[in-house]
């Protein structure tokens, strides 16, 4: 869950810190074993309640912050240095291994529990992080969809440091390779490069295609609201018979505005003619090649991209 349950999550996480403070937590490196073990056991109750999260904390950040999305399979301690008489410095190893372990610090103090001394973290063990997609307006960061002001614009999440998180977008005709990032290795941002997918590629070409068919059906010298034509300085014995020779080369590429996609191509047609010159007579049959410039813009809905072709310049 990414935001949302602050009141239930909160009744949770007290039960949990009243066991917590109750057990016997007598060496400063026990709430950090605990907390990056419930981290690891995606238990974010227990883990909010070791790191030291309240009712009000869980308020400001809005939520419960965000959980492991790995399999960590490395948890331990490390090293344990004194700070001064009532602080340590404890250094968790935490991650998957192979993938993305790291080795995290935590501050740890000591907090007087009657004749006993108990440690608790110092500051809650939570980090910000910045998720963008360069030229989309919605982003899923732990499976939720989180939408954006605009195209390009960043939205910030909370989670649990050391968490992995992962970001992708979810948009049939868009791709971007998921980005993701273990907090606590230094990552303070997320930037998914958004690209057009195969199926929208393969649907303007559909659109182009069908579109040159109906140009190249008209049998004149220059069909109307197409790319292309002819101007023939003789007679014109029979209408002209038009084909595409060479099919349609489309990229669909970043406009000037986030979010903005053009469509830039081209394709050869023929023309077949039979003309009579005029200064002999004289008929001849020809076949002439012309080159068909697209120019284009894609703009995409929650009902599927619609395709503008630009008018054919004079």
Known sequence: MLWG??????????AVAIAAALGPLTSPER???????ALAADDLVS???FAGLDEADLARLGGMPLGDAGSPDVVEIVRV??????????????????VDVVDVAFVVRAAPLGPFTRWVLSEPPVAELVV??????????????????EPGAPVVVTAFVPARVEARIDDPSLDAAPARARLGDGTRALELAVVPSARLERAVAREVE?????CVAQRVLQPAGCPFGIVVPDRLLAAPRWR????????????GRPG?????????????????RLIDGVVLDRDEAVVAVIRGSVALGDDGATLTLDPPQE
Do not use: K
């Open 244 to 255: 595409v020779s060479v099919p349609p080369v489309i990229a669909i590429v970043p406009g």
């Open 47 to 49: 883990a909010a309640a």
């Open 31 to 37: 709430p950090v074993r605990d907390y990056l073990a």
């Open 132 to 149: 963008r997609a360069d030229r989309h307006d919605e982003v899923v960061v732990a499976g939720e969809r989180l939408p954006v002001a």
């Open 81 to 98: 240095a004194a700070v001064d008489g009532r602080t340590r410095l404890v250094t968790g190893r935490y991650g998957e291994r192979g």
């Open 210 to 214: 069908a579109f040159l068919d109906e």
């Open 260 to 276: 903005e996609w053009l469509v830039e191509g081209g394709a050869t047609v023929r023309v077949a003619l039979t003309v009579q």
């Open 5 to 14: 349950g602050p009141v239930a999550a909160s009744v949770a996480v007290a």
